[in-house]
């Protein structure tokens, strides 16, 4: 069973910059993608960006650019960089992993708020 732990989430203003962190444990090394998720009350949760297990990236369109996302495999660690912070990006991030079975396990949730 993988356990998934973010940090990092905060309050910043519009143009900074944040970076979130979600260290994986308890059979991390059957992991093949993670990925950062986010959700607004009302809506449906998002993918903001994953990485597989060999580099491969994807993002959404509203963070190409701006967001970066990166692993450390020897950590079992995933990052989450985010840029130029804009006013529709403060929700809720969530942490998710598929492994080579396709479970899917889920952080518990940052929040990052963004005021001027």
């Known amino acids: 069973q993988v356990q998934l732990v973010e940090s990092g989430g905060g309050l910043v203003q519009p143009g900074g910059s944040l970076r979130l962190s979600c260290a994986a444990s308890?059979?991390?090394?059957?992991?093949?993608?993670m990925g950062w998720y986010r959700q607004v009350p009302g809506k449906q949760r998002e993918l903001v960006a994953a990485i597989r297990s060999g580099g491969t990236t994807n993002y959404a369109d509203s963070v190409k650019g701006r967001f970066t996302i990166s692993r450390d495999n020897a950590k079992n660690t995933v990052y989450l960089q985010m840029n130029s912070l804009k006013p529709e990006d403060p929700a809720v991030y969530y942490c998710?992993?598929?492994?080579?079975?396709?479970?899917?396990?889920w952080g518990q949730g940052t929040q990052v708020t963004i005021s001027s």
């Open positions: 308890g059979g991390s090394a059957n992991i093949y993608t």
């Open positions: 998710n992993a598929i492994d080579y079975s396709e479970d899917d396990y």
